[in-house]
C-alpha cells in the first residue's frame, strides 16, 4: 500500500476537521463527485487508494461471466447510479458485503453461496446501496468528529483499506463493528433496498429470507455470534427479520427470482467457492448452508459432494455412511466433480473395503486422467 499517498488524502481529512456542520442532501445525485477539498472529498480520496490496492489484489475474483452477471444485478437495481458503482468479488468464505462512500462495492464469496437467487443477492447489493445513496460514512464520519473520536475513525480507515487483503476474520469483525452503521442507517439502508429491489421487478420477501437463513445458520454453526462479521456490521437481526417481513407483505408487487441466471452466472467459480467453505471446517454451518440450497435445487452434484465432504471431514459416529450417501448422490448428477470419486476411496479405506476402493479409484483415473495425486493414492491401496 501506498502509505505516503494514503497520508495525503487523511491530510484533507483532517484539514476539514474544523469546518462546521453541513447538512447532507437528501440523495446523491447520479454522476456526484465531491471537490476534493470538502470532507467527503477527503472520505473518497480515501477510498479511492483503497479501491486501486484492491484492484490488483489477488483475492479478488476475474471471473468474466460472473462480474458480468453481478454488473447486470447492480444497473438493473442502481439504474441511473449504475455508472458510479463499481463491485468486486473478494475472495473470503463469509457472508459480508460492504459499500464504500465513493461507490466501490465489495461482496465475498461466502455470501455468494448463500444466497439461492438473484432476488436474494439484490436484497443485499440494493440494501449496501441505500448506504451510498444516503451517504450513510459520511454521515458516521462527521458523527466522529463531533464526538472527537477522529483519531480512531483515521486510523479505522487506513484499517478498512486493507480488508479483505489481509486480517483475519476475528479482526475484520472487530473492525467492522466499530465502523457500524448506526440503527437508523440500517433501517433507512433495508427501507431504500426494498424499494429498489420494487422498481426493478424482484420479490421482496428475498430480503427477510437472507436474514432467516443466516440466524438459522449461526444457530447450528460454532461460532460464537460476537465473531460473526456479519452480526458485528449488522446488530439486531431478529429486529430486522420482522421488520422486513412485515414490509414485504404489504404490497403484493413483483416476483421475479432468478434461480437459473443466478446459477449460471456462479457456474465458473462455484466448485472454487464450495472448496473455501469445507476449508473452514465449521461443519455444522456448512451442512446448514448445503441442506438450503438442495432444497432449492435436488439433482445438484456439487452440492452433494459439498455435503458428503461435510460428514467425511467430520467423521462423527455415523458420518462416513452419511458422506457416502451423499457421493452416491452427487454421482446421480452429471455435475459432480471427480474428487466425490477420491472421496469414496478414501472413505472404503477407512472403512477397510480395498477391493470397493479400487473400483472407486479406477472411476476417479477415468473422470480425472491427469490427477495429480495418482501415484500417492495407489500407493494408499498397496499398504
Ligand atoms: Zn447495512
Same mark, same amino acid.
Given at each position: ?8 488524502? @487523511? ?10 456542520a %453541513? ?7 447520479? #454522476? ?5 477539498d ?6 473518497w480520496?480515501?477510498? =479511492?487508494?483503497?479501491?486501486? =490496492?484492491? !484492484?490488483?489484489?489477488r483475492?479478488? &475474483?476475474? $471471473? ?14 442502481g !439504474? =441511473? ?24 462495492? %465489495? ?5 455468494l453461496?448463500?444466497?439461492? =437467487? ?18 450513510h ?6 458523527d466522529?468528529?463531533?464526538k ?16 479483505g ?33 420494487? !422498481?426493478a421487478g424482484y ?5 427477510a ?10 444457530? *447450528? ?10 452480526f ?7 429486529e430486522?427479520?420482522?421488520? @422486513?417481513?412485515?414490509?414485504a407483505?404489504?404490497?403484493?408487487g ?6 437459473e ?5 456462479? *457456474?465458473?467459480?462455484?466448485? @472454487? ?15 446448514? &448452508? ?8 435436488? #439433482? ?12 467425511r471431514?467430520?467423521?462423527?459416529? #455415523? $458420518? ?23 472421496s469414496?476411496?478414501? &472413505?472404503?479405506?477407512?472403512?477397510? $473395503? !480395498? *477391493? ?16 495429480? $495425486?495418482?501415484?500417492? @493414492? ?6
Open positions: 500500500m501506498n502509505r505516503r499517498g494514503f497520508g495525503c488524502a @487523511l491530510c484533507a481529512l483532517a484539514a476539514m476537521r474544523a469546518a462546521g %453541513q447538512t447532507l442532501s437528501e440523495f446523491v445525485e447520479p #454522476g456526484h463527485r465531491p471537490p476534493p470538502t470532507d467527503e472529498g477527503g472520505l480520496g480515501l477510498m =479511492d487508494r483503497a479501491e486501486r =490496492d484492491l !484492484k490488483t489484489s483475492f479478488v &475474483v476475474r $471471473d468474466r461471466a460472473l462480474n458480468a452477471y453481478l454488473r447486470e444485478v447492480v444497473c438493473r437495481l !439504474k =441511473d447510479h449504475c455508472p458510479d458503482l463499481r463491485l468486486y468479488v473478494v475472495r473470503t468464505p463469509q457472508f459480508n458485503a460492504s459499500m464504500a462512500p465513493n461507490g466501490m462495492m %465489495q461482496v465475498w464469496t461466502g455470501l453461496l448463500r444466497c439461492v =437467487d438473484e432476488a436474494q443477492l439484490a436484497a443485499i447489493l440494493g440494501h449496501e446501496m441505500g448506504h451510498y445513496l444516503r451517504r460514512t459520511l454521515e458516521r464520519y462527521r466522529a468528529r463531533d472527537s473520536n477522529f483519531g480512531a475513525f483515521l486510523s479505522l480507515g487506513l484499517a478498512v483499506a486493507g480488508v487483503l489481509a486480517g483475519t476474520v476475528a479482526n475484520l469483525a472487530l473492525l467492522a463493528s466499530t465502523f457500524a452503521y448506526s440503527r437508523e442507517q440500517e433501517h433507512e439502508a433495508d427501507r431504500i433496498g426494498l424499494e429498489l429491489m420494487a !422498481k420479490t421482496r420477501i428475498a430480503a429470507e437472507v436474514w432467516e437463513q443466516l440466524i438459522a445458520e449461526l444457530a *447450528a454453526g460454532t461460532v460464537e455470534r460476537s465473531q460473526s462479521v456479519l458485528a456490521t449488522h446488530p439486531e437481526p431478529e430486522r427479520l420482522g421488520a @422486513l417481513r412485515a414490509a407483505a404489504q404490497a403484493g413483483a416476483e421475479e427470482r432468478g434461480l441466471r443466478h446459477r449460471t452466472g456462479l *457456474a465458473a467459480v462455484r466448485e @472454487l467457492i464450495v472448496r473455501d467453505e469445507l476449508s473452514l471446517r465449521q461443519y455444522g454451518r456448512s451442512e446448514v &448452508v448445503f441442506d438450503r440450497l438442495l432444497a432449492q435445487a435436488p #439433482g445438484d452434484g456439487l452440492l452433494w459432494y459439498g455435503k458428503g465432504e461435510v460428514y471431514l467430520r467423521a462423527e459416529p #455415523g $458420518d462416513l455412511a452419511r458422506a457416502m450417501e451423499a457421493y452416491a448422490r452427487a454421482l446421480e448428477s452429471r455435475e459432480a466433480p471427480p474428487d466425490t470419486h477420491r469414496i476411496v478414501m &472413505v472404503e479405506l477407512k472403512q477397510g $473395503d !480395498k *477391493a470397493r476402493a479400487q473400483a472407486a479409484l479406477d472411476a476417479y483415473l477415468r473422470a480425472k486422467p491427469d490427477a495429480a $495425486d495418482a501415484g500417492a @493414492l495407489r500407493m494408499l491401496l498397496e499398504q
